[in-house]
């Protein structure tokens, strides 16, 4: 028996935004959003959380603005 391909779905339409984590291993998509309010709403809640975080466009392939951090 064979294992099955994993596939990833993308619809950049649907998420243009994506709060991700950076550690010393590289970055981890937390969460994926519309608005870039919502996007920086969620990053301060994860910052909150003690993680450090930034907010990535994803249709660009950059970030956006700087890194949160806790306290900011």
Do not use: F
């Given at each position: 028996?064979?294992?099955?391909?994993?596939?990833?779905?993308?619809?950049?339409?649907?998420?243009?935004?994506?709060?991700?984590?950076?550690?010393?291993?590289?970055?981890?998509?937390?969460?994926?959003h519309?608005?870039?309010?919502?996007?920086?709403?969620?990053?301060?809640?994860h910052?909150?959380?003690?993680?450090?975080?930034?907010?990535?466009?994803?249709?660009?392939?950059?970030?956006?603005?700087?890194?949160?951090?806790r306290?900011?």
């Amino acid at each position: 028996m064979s294992k099955p391909d994993l596939y990833l779905a993308y619809d950049s339409a649907w998420s243009r935004y994506e709060v991700r984590s950076i550690n010393g291993h590289g970055q981890t998509i937390l969460s994926c959003h519309m608005s870039l309010n919502e996007a920086r709403e969620q990053a301060q809640a994860h910052a909150a959380n003690g993680s450090v975080v930034i907010v990535y466009d994803a249709e660009l392939e950059e970030p956006i603005g700087g890194v949160h951090r806790r306290g900011e």
